[in-house]
């Protein structure tokens, strides 16, 4: 499958909580595959729907929470799961920049 992200993906062992705005009651956890300073990509059992807006919360390696909107870009159903491609919406550049310095770091550490 063809890369495309602009930026930089790194690994990042973490869960993350998503909920769809227009259902507030419902909530899923979700496996975090790789990160970037502009999307997510993850993992779940739960179908999502391109286009869809999700809030959510995601535990980074400081263990410091960022709260993002993502918006589903990408769809790929593998045997048990979903896999899913996901863009940042409105994220603060602070928090963008926290991704971007663990990058940094984790590649001067390779």
Not at 3 to 20: F, G, H, P
Not at 71 to 96: C, S
């Amino acid at each position: 499958m063809e890369d495309r992200r602009k930026n930089v993906r790194s690994k990042l062992e973490s869960r993350i909580l998503i909920k769809r705005l227009d259902q507030k009651d419902q909530e899923m956890n979700i496996e975090v595959i790789d990160v970037s300073k502009t999307g997510v990509g993850f993992s779940c059992s739960e179908p999502l729907m391109i286009g869809s807006v999700y809030e959510t919360f995601l535990t980074i390696w400081t263990k410091e929470v960022l709260h993002a909107f993502v918006e589903i870009v990408r769809i790929v159903k593998e045997e048990d799961r979903y896999v899913y491609g996901a863009i940042f919406i409105g994220m603060p550049e602070l928090e963008a920049k926290r991704i971007e310095v663990y990058q940094m770091f984790e590649q001067e550490n390779q």
